[in-house]
């Protein structure tokens, strides 16, 4: 995935108006550990089924906006729940 420092900081957060930051690769494993075991959820509690390549967390560390096949889903209802 390539998200470069320009573009990523003319991105926010749908929900909030905040700034985006690229998730780590541990923060993505643990999604997709949820994601697997069935317990991810996204913004309207349902189940979310499809891996991440990677993603984009907002500035409370709440929500990540997934990042699939090099493609952002920047939609409020799609970001998948995390413990901050």
């Given amino acids: 995935m390539i998200m470069t420092?320009?573009?990523?900081?003319?991105?926010?957060c749908p929900a909030d108006g905040g700034a985006l930051v690229l998730a780590d690769r541990q923060l993505i494993d643990q999604v997709n550990a949820a994601i697997a075991d069935g317990t991810a959820r996204d913004q309207l509690d349902t189940r979310v089924d499809d891996p991440i390549d990677a993603g984009v967390l907002n500035s409370t560390k709440t929500r990540i906006y997934p990042i699939r096949d090099n493609i952002a889903t920047l939609i409020a209802d799609d970001a998948i729940r995390v413990d901050p």
């Fill in 5 to 12: 420092p320009d573009i990523l900081q003319m991105l926010r």
